[in-house]
T-cell receptor, first 113, second 112 residues
Framework: LAKTTQPISMDSYEGQEVNITCSHN???????ITWYQQFPSQGPRFIIQ???TKVTNEVASLFIPADRKSSTLSLPRVSLSDTAVYYC??????????????FGSGTQLTVLP | DAGVIQSPRHEVTEMGQEVTLRCKPI?????LFWYRQTMMRGLELLIY????????DSGMPEDRFSAKMPNASFSTLKIQPSEPRDSAVYFC??????????FGPGTRLTVT
């Protein structure tokens, strides 16, 4: 199973770049790496997805090394509104079992003024 | 599009009662997921469907839980009989590209 491990919490200040790393040593060949953001009392929201190397969109970058055993979500110049829980999800929907697609514990990011 | 719609938003029921949670996925999405979130266990995938067919239900905790998707625009998650330990927030999500899921607002279930 591609179990994921993330830091429980991180603090940052407004305007800084934040990097959150997720370990997934047992990632399978067909697995994608996806990051979600969740605010209190809301459902998770898709941020970014990748398979290997680097992916960038308008809100974040995702760095994946060649061995794919970890990934790093990079949030440039965070603001107070980026305070949330961030989850990395590793799996292959369609062939993966429900148990394999369960989200990890997530990382509580707190952005301070 | 209105996004994923779930009803009810809040449900309070007594132990032993049947509970039915409803979900309307985003039009055109062919994957539908049911999740449960608690402080103790985090966000757990219970079951997911592709083109209305259940693909994997290995996350469903017990036989008291059942899920159906009679058509592309509607799904239900039923708990019968309900127990206090079923209290949680239940999310429905849908996707077109299989890994990019769109979540609904959730149903907060309290079983007393």
């Amino acid at each position: 199973l591609a179990k994921t491990t993330q830091p429980i919490s991180m603090d940052s200040y407004e305007g800084q770049e934040v990097n959150i790393t997720c370990s997934h040593n047992n990632i399978a060949t067909n697995d994608y790496i996806t990051w979600y953001q969740q605010f209190p009392s809301q459902g998770p929201r898709f941020i970014i997805q990748g398979y290997k190397t680097k992916v960038t969109n308008e809100v974040a970058s995702l760095f994946i090394p060649a061995d794919r055993k970890s990934s790093t979500l990079s949030l440039p110049r965070v603001s107070l509104s980026d305070t949330a829980v961030y989850y990395c999800l590793v799996g292959d929907i369609g062939t993966g079992s429900a148990r394999q697609l369960t989200f990890g514990s997530g990382t509580q990011l707190t952005v301070l003024p | 599009d209105a996004g994923v719609i779930q009803s009810p938003r809040h449900e309070v029921t007594e132990m032993g009662q049947e509970v039915t949670l409803r979900c309307k996925p985003i039009s055109g999405h062919d994957y539908l997921f049911w999740y449960r979130q608690t402080m103790m266990r985090g966000l757990e995938l219970l079951i997911y469907f592709n083109n209305n067919v259940p693909i994997d239900d290995s996350g469903m905790p017990e036989d008291r839980f059942s899920a159906k998707m009679p058509n592309a625009s509607f799904s239900t998650l039923k708990i019968q009989p309900s127990e206090p330990r079923d209290s949680a927030v239940y999310f429905c999500a849908s996707s077109f590209v299989k890994e990019e899921q769109y979540f609904g607002p959730g149903t907060r279930l309290t079983v007393t």
